[in-house]
């Protein structure tokens, strides 16, 4: 089992960052990838980022290329989401996200894991 500790969360003006951290523990050896969804009120999970394990390949939704950045500090364990020029649209609660073997990337039934998620509220 693996389990997620989010962390980051908050309120920022527009135009602002915040960065949320995510660190894995418990059997992270068998990771292969890992990444945020968002959930705003009254709408499905979306895919926001994702990294992959070996290789560091990331992913980005349109929404968010060019604004946010996934990394992975291997030292500490522990994914970040670097998030810039924030809009009120990117209101939602994130949530961590992780997976082993050779699984998708887009869909959030591509994960195994989940974080209890953080909220980030973004005003205008």
């Known amino acids: 089992q693996v389990q997620l500790v989010e962390s980051g969360g908050g309120l920022v003006q527009a135009e602002g960052s915040l960065r949320l951290s995510c660190t894995p523990s418990?059997?992270?050896?068998?990771?292969?990838?890992m990444g945020w969804f968002r959930q705003a009120p009254g709408k499905e999970h979306e895919f926001v980022a994702a990294?992959?394990?070996?290789?560091?390949?990331?992913y980005y939704a349109d929404s968010v290329k060019g604004r946010f950045t996934i990394s992975r500090d291997s030292a500490r364990n522990t994914v970040y989401l670097q998030m810039n020029n924030l809009k009120t649209e990117d209101t939602a609660v994130y949530l961590c996200v992780a997976a082993i073997g050779p699984r998708g990337i887009f869909r959030i039934s591509e994960y195994n894991y989940w974080g209890q998620g953080t909220q980030v509220t973004v005003s205008s």
């Open positions: 990294i992959r394990w070996s290789g560091g390949d990331t």
């Open positions: 418990g059997r992270t050896a068998s990771l292969s990838r």
